[in-house]
């Protein structure tokens, strides 16, 4: 389907700032909505922001609303989150995913409407 490759994780301060990358790979005339979910240890993966295969549209956990930023250039087939003021409870490793958009308005919000995954990035915030 779609290869997805993460990176910009690592240890920063609290209040600190991390740009997380995903680059895909592998069909290339597909377009893909695209999201950011993040995982930490003994916790379910939750969401955390999602945008539209154009990056038109964008939507935000409440947790990271106004903190975090997700974009795209499609030139490049890269998705970013840009994370500013992080907190300790950010600590997580951060998972892309795509699914395939058949229009240009979809955006998916749930971790079940994705069908690709990346292998993840550790991001690590400490105090």
């Known amino acids: 389907q779609v290869q997805l490759v993460e990176s910009g994780g690592g240890l920063v301060q609290a209040g600190g700032s991390l740009r997380l990358s995903c680059v895909a790979s592998g069909r290339a005339f597909s377009t893909y909505a695209m999201g950011w979910f993040r995982q930490a240890p003994g916790k379910d993966r939750e969401f955390v922001a999602a945008?539209?295969?154009?990056?038109?549209?964008?939507y935000y956990a409440d947790s990271v609303k106004g903190r975090f930023t997700i974009s795209r250039d499609n030139t490049k087939n890269t998705v970013y989150l840009e994370m500013n003021s992080l907190k300790l409870e950010d600590t997580a490793v951060y998972y892309c995913?795509?699914?395939?958009?058949?229009?240009?308005?979809?955006?998916?919000?749930?971790?079940?409407?994705?069908?690709?995954w990346g292998q993840g990035t550790q991001v690590t915030v400490s105090s």
């Open positions: 995913a795509a699914v395939v958009s058949y229009y240009r308005d979809y955006i998916a919000r749930t971790l079940g409407e994705y069908d690709d």
């Open positions: 945008t539209t295969w154009s990056g038109g549209s964008t």
